[in-house]
């Protein structure tokens, strides 16, 4: 009886642990960038950097709620919000850089080096079978999410979590 309830008491351990949500490097939303444009920015800054974008989709959030805008820079996209302000993006070509502080990626180059500046992140990236490297954005509960392929980076994206 003690030895059934010893190897039960070690298989909930070990399930728990097992469970246990991953953790991730955050990074603040103030020190993003996309080449040289901080998040934050206004639709005028974005447009002056970048230009007039081929198109602009503008789309509910959720049934209800305020409309944002994904402007469209060939097969990239950047994000502004109701309110004017440039605030997320998904990056598939290499003329895009994201920054933050003096670390820079772009699609097409090892996550790697990159990677080994945030070692939760690097851990969590490690058992994703789907190639996914990910930098909580603070606060609040968006990601930026990398997803590779053979280490590769093929797309940057930000990425609202629902709780």
């Given amino acids: 009886m003690r030895l059934f309830l010893f190897l039960t008491m070690i298989a909930i351990s070990v399930t728990t642990r097992a469970q246990s949500p991953l953790t991730y490097d955050s990074i603040d939303f103030k020190k993003i960038r996309i080449n040289g444009l901080y998040f934050g920015s206004k639709k005028a800054e974005l447009e002056k950097r970048f ?47 994201m920054g933050y502080g003096l670390k820079l990626i772009k699609p097409g180059a090892s996550i790697k080096e990159f990677a080994l500046n945030f070692p939760a992140s690097f851990k969590a990236y490690a058992k994703d079978t789907g190639g996914k490297f990910k930098l909580k954005i603070r606060p609040g509960n968006s990601f930026i999410v990398f997803k590779t392929k053979n280490g590769i980076v093929t797309e940057i994206e930000t990425w609202e979590e629902t709780l």
């Fill in 51 to 97: 230009g007039t974008p081929q198109k602009v989709v503008t789309t509910e959030a959720t049934k209800g709620t305020d409309l944002y805008s994904d402007y469209y820079y060939g097969k990239s996209t950047l994000r502004v919000s109701p309110a004017g302000v440039f605030n997320g993006f998904k990056l598939t070509e290499d003329n895009f850089v």
